[in-house]
């Protein structure tokens, strides 16, 4: 099987085929990156979270043709209950069929988004403010929150498997039980 990932992104590359041998035990897996466009902000917002990783998943398959599968992945933040959260959204191609997942959330600090605040600046800019006054480079995002107790990988690998596991064939899945009518 193979599948070509809307991003040149070590970690993306990385989560796909680790979740894909996960859900296709006996298949041969083949995935490769392709440095897709999302048509988003470095920190999407909202819908544009869904829409980059669609926009992801849209530009790879176009680009990158005889593939099995595709996937477009993006993380960003998304405010739920007036707190803001970071989650991120997959958005899979499989066998002529869109499916959907997204993560579990991981709360913002407060002082992030303060910083956000005072500086006038993106997420992504303070983030990487705060990795250079800590002398780090890790561009994880949830491992900087907790202090490395929880990782990016977390989120992004709930959204993958949440997209995947409705295109499986299982005897017990209703998901295959819908799409067979």
Not at 137 to 146: A, E, I, K, M, R
Request: charged fraction near 25%; proline fraction near 2%; charge should be negative.
């Amino acid at each position: 099987m193979k599948i070509v990932v809307g991003s040149a992104s070590k970690r993306k590359i990385s989560i796909v085929e680790k979740i894909a041998q996960q859900i296709f035990k006996d298949a041969v897996i083949d995935v490769v990156g392709y440095a897709a466009k999302s048509g988003v902000p470095d920190t999407p917002y909202g819908r544009e979270t869904f829409e980059g990783a669609k926009n992801r998943v849209l530009d790879a398959q176009i680009k990158m043709l005889g593939a099995d599968c595709y996937v477009g992945l993006e993380s960003g933040l998304v405010e739920r209950y007036t707190h803001v959260f970071e989650e991120a959204w997959c958005v899979l191609l499989l066998q002529g069929r869109e499916y959907y997942g997204y993560s579990s959330g991981l709360k913002v600090p407060d002082c992030i988004l303060k910083k956000m605040d005072e500086l006038g600046k993106p997420h992504s800019e303070v983030m990487r403010l705060i990795e250079e006054q800590h002398d780090k480079t890790s561009n994880d995002t949830w491992g900087t929150y907790s202090g490395g107790l929880i990782v990016r990988e977390v989120s992004l690998g709930e959204a993958v498997r949440n997209a995947f596991i409705q295109g499986v064939e299982s005897e017990n899945s209703l998901f295959c039980e819908v799409s067979k009518t």
